[in-house]
């Protein structure tokens, strides 16, 4: 069964049998299709035939002698997935993010719970909002105001569902009907801390929680950074609203920076100890978080790039439903590069005063905008 | 000795910026050694007048009277100038010495006189003749010169070509007026460059065909070599002709500045004024204080062809700014205001960068994004709502070429211009009876738009939408109706639809992000 030899290799990497590194060296020489077929036996019986370095082949082998621990431990998982309503998503998926696909060392296989559609990010885009657990009112105030603003303009909110900060940024994403993502450094079944256990709730019935660890793995203080690394590279950009000098927030930023993200930081007084770190990004060059509108701005060129290159097409699924053929060839020919009305006549061989109106129409919709004197794509 | 003073009374005018302004003559002959002097605020030239007047008079064979010759000519606080008084002087100094009859009580005359005493027209015949239209006198003497100016104005007169036959006339009482009438315009005979040149422009044509339509401010924005002043000359060869009512007012424009003294078939097309950046602030909008028009108003009724847009200073562009919403120039100089018309079709045309090849290939432009974003940004954000349509154009390649002959729809220039002429007369049947007859949509502007527009609350609703997508201001949101209107009149359609809405949001300016 699928889900559980999935299981199986998250059980085993788990239980340090085997890492991402040993799965990458197996598929460059072509010897699995993909990661989870590890765990057939089909693949056991030909592990002698594998050109693999002796250190992985004596990994391999150390599997095949602790299957059936490997296997307890996977069936424990499956229990409690069960039991949670929980589910995996795995780099052949479809929904497995595209900015994942881009960067090394991302998660083949994450747990989730919640709505599982959230983590499509790729047409609306997403902020990735952090800061200190103990937080100042100014900043409190800041998180609130920006993250309605940024879930009115349909950007999904991800943060670490920490207390401070992360609290404000998915409680305010929730109560306006936002889109919004908690990645746990522990198992996703394992609320971290218990005081936002009501975040949690909600966020596991209309937003989404996510985590790379399996289930039942208690929060401990070395997974924390690694669980900020994944919630800045599902994001377009990070924003960082409070940090004091040695904060895990910090962390995230780095992450962001290292991952080609905009990082942005909230400024503060120079007498706030707690936002220490924020001011030292900004002389270290982030950029200076002022008004949201410079954020949206920047998040849907983002889109503009991720859809092209993705090669996804869910707007234009929804501006046929609105519009006619004309509109749909219109945004086709869009998607390859922007074009100039006359362009766009010559290639749907109709007249400008009708291609105008078809146009302009989408330009309302905010689907294509104008620049330097040719349509494109918004997003 | 008061037996012996006599006086006489003639009427004549001069021109005052843009407004004639009447006058009246008096001469006075006392007994006393010979003099002439001339009173009322005159500058030089009409001082140099008595000689003239003397020498003619001889020349004509008549005397000069002996005595103190008087002339004064009120209002006295009105500075005067011009040197149309010559013939009215005369006929005063022949009448008050008895040479020749009176005649009747009001007497106009105007006119130069040459030194064997023939009579000459001078500039802004057709200002003073349109100011005495609805006066009465007994005799209009103008020189012969003038007919084209009586013919726009409608005031019948008497031409005359000498002193000489003034006296005759004079003499035997009789004085033949007569109104008139102008050269007819053969249209067939006009020569305008042809529409098909912008082919595989397809944006382009539809936006100067509308701009022809519905006297729309345009701004043509592409690299040079793109057919920029092309297409600016076709929007001139788009509009109907001149009306006998427009042409008499381009007319006493340009015969004020003294540039034509008849009618000829050239002057039915509408005016074409370039101005390229090295104009001068005066030039371009008039000059205060000699009260001079600038091109602006030369190009009245015609087409103001700016090239170069951005190139301008922003002072420059911006004294644009009302003309093209007031259709109006007003010029101060001390306490006197004059107005000239100067309801021009403005067309600009700017490149997108300063290297221009921002359109052609990104690549390729070698400006700097600062450079490029402070290009277009020297039109200011009140300038550019002014600005009705907008469009880019490109050069086009061979292959395009190619391709858009496949698809040509064979629309040809003289069909357009009908197109157009229709447009118009539907437009002027919509504003007859509104404050401005004349008005197009480009040019008309009201309180209550919608209606006389005939725009439904839906069709509002999707233009207020547009205007907030687009950030637009009242004003641009207006100017959005009016386009849209002239869309809908080129189809010959009543009410404005949501399509005529969007079609013309296209053509709003964008910055260059």
């Given amino acids: ?379 | 000795m008061a037996g012996n003073n006599k006086t006489d009374r003639v009427f004549s005018s001069y021109v005052s910026g843009f407004e004639g302004e009447v006058v009246t003559i008096e001469i006075s002959l006392t007994p006393g050694l010979p003099s002439f002097d001339i009173i009322g605020k005159c500058d030089s030239a009409i001082k140099e007048s008595k000689t003239r007047i003397l020498t003619a008079i001889k020349n004509s064979g008549y005397k000069i009277p002996k005595g103190h010759i008087t002339v004064s000519i009120s209002p006295a606080f009105l500075s005067k100038t011009g040197t149309g008084f010559d013939l009215p002087i005369a006929i005063g100094i022949l009448r008050v010495s008895n040479q020749i009859p009176s005649y009747g009580s009001a007497v106009y005359a105007c006119g130069e006189l040459s030194l064997n005493g023939e009579v000459h027209t001078t500039p802004g015949s057709m200002i003073r003749l349109t100011s005495i239209k609805n006066s009465q006198y007994d005799a209009v003497l103008v020189s012969s010169e003038d007919r084209d100016c009586s013919a726009c104005s409608h005031v019948p007169c008497s031409f005359v070509g000498t002193l000489k036959e003034v006296c005759d006339m004079f003499r035997t009482q009789s004085f033949n007026k007569q109104l008139p009438k102008l050269p007819v315009n053969d249209e067939k005979n006009q020569e305008y460059i042809d529409f098909s040149v912008l082919k595989g422009q397809e944006k382009a044509s539809r936006t100067v065909l509308l701009a022809a339509a519905g006297w729309h401010n345009t701004l043509l924005i592409g690299s040079s070599g793109s057919g920029k002043t092309t297409a600016a000359e076709i929007v001139r060869g788009l509009l109907p002709d001149l009306s006998t009512n427009e042409l008499s007012e381009t007319f006493s424009l340009i015969n004020a500045l003294g540039f034509a003294e008849n009618i000829s078939s050239d002057l039915y097309k509408r005016p074409f004024r370039s101005v390229t950046p090295s104009i001068n602030a005066s030039a371009l909008i008039g000059s205060a204080s000699g009260l001079k028009p600038g091109e602006i108003c030369l190009a009245n009724r015609g087409v103001l062809f700016v090239d170069e847009l951005c190139e301008f200073t922003s002072k420059m562009i911006d004294h644009l700014r009302i003309p093209m919403e007031s259709r109006v120039v007003s010029l101060k100089n001390g306490r006197k205001s004059i107005s000239f018309p100067s309801d021009f079709l403005f067309v600009g045309a700017s490149n997108p960068c300063r290297c221009g090849m921002y359109f052609e290939n990104p690549n390729k432009c070698t400006c700097s994004k600062a450079i490029r974003n402070g290009y277009l940004n020297k039109l200011s954000g009140p300038f550019i709502d002014r600005i009705d349509l907008c469009t880019e154009l490109y050069s086009v390649n061979a292959n395009a070429l190619k391709e858009s002959v496949k698809n040509s729809d064979k629309r040809k220039s003289i069909e357009l211009r009908k197109m157009v002429s229709a447009c118009w007369e539907i437009q002027h049947e919509r504003y007859k009876y509104t404050d401005n007859p004349l008005a197009l949509n480009g040019s008309f502007d009201s309180d209550n738009l919608s209606d006389v527009l005939r725009a439904d609350k839906s069709v509002i609703e999707i233009a207020a939408e547009a205007a907030s997508v687009g950030g637009y201001s009242v004003r641009s949101f207006k100017r959005l109706l009016k386009v849209g209107r002239t869309i809908a009149d080129l189809d010959e359609r009543k009410d404005l639809s949501r399509n005529d809405i969007t079609e013309a949001m296209s053509y709003r300016f964008r910055r260059i992000v």
């Fill in chain 1, 1 to 379: 069964m699928n889900l559980r030899s999935k299981l199986l290799w998250s059980a085993a990497v788990n239980l340090g049998f085997l890492n991402n590194r040993d799965i990458t060296e197996l598929l460059n020489l072509g010897a699995i299709k993909v990661f989870y077929e590890i765990f057939t036996q089909e693949f056991f019986n030909r592990i002698n035939n594998i050109e693999c370095s002796d250190k992985v082949l004596l990994k391999l082998k150390e599997i095949r002698r602790n299957l059936s621990n490997i296997n307890n431990e996977a069936a424990k998982y499956e229990k409690i997935m069960k039991e949670k309503g929980m589910f995996v998503i795995t780099e052949e998926d479809d929904d497995y993010p595209y900015y994942w696909k881009c960067l090394t060392g991302m998660p083949r296989l994450i747990y989730g719970i919640g709505k599982r559609d959230i983590i499509e990010t790729e047409s609306n885009g997403a902020i990735a909002i952090v800061g200190s657990r103990k937080c100042s009112r100014y900043s409190e105030v800041v998180t609130a105001e920006f993250t309605s603003a940024f879930v009115n303009s349909g950007i999904t909110i991800i943060s670490g569902m920490a207390s401070g900060i992360d609290r404000v940024a998915h409680q305010t994403a929730l109560s306006n009907n936002g889109k919004t993502i908690a990645f746990l450094a522990g198992g996703v079944d394992n609320i971290y801390p218990w005081s936002n256990k009501d975040i949690y709730d909600a966020l596991s019935n209309n937003g989404l929680v996510l985590s790379e660890m399996p289930p039942g793995t208690k929060a401990m203080k070395q997974y924390f950074p690694s669980r900020n690394r994944l919630i800045s590279s599902l994001s377009d950009t990070c924003l960082i609203m409070e940090a004091g000098q040695h904060s895990g927030t910090l962390h995230t930023a780095s992450f962001a920076a290292a991952q080609g993200k905009t990082v942005f930081v909230l400024p503060n007084s120079i007498y706030c100890e707690e936002n220490r770190g924020g001011l030292e990004l900004i002389a270290d060059g982030a950029s200076i978080l002022i008004d949201a509108q410079s954020v949206i701005d920047e998040v849907s060129e983002c889109c503009f790039y991720k859809l092209i290159n993705s090669g996804k097409s869910i707007i234009s699924k929804k501006i046929e439903d609105e519009i006619n053929d004309t509109a749909t060839r219109i945004v086709d020919e869009l998607k390859v590069k922007p074009r100039s009305a006359d362009e766009l006549v010559r290639i749907t061989s109709v007249s400008y005063s009708e291609l105008s109106i078809i146009l302009s129409e989408l330009e309302i919709k905010g689907k294509i905008i104008v620049q330097c004197g040719k349509y494109a794509l918004t997003i």
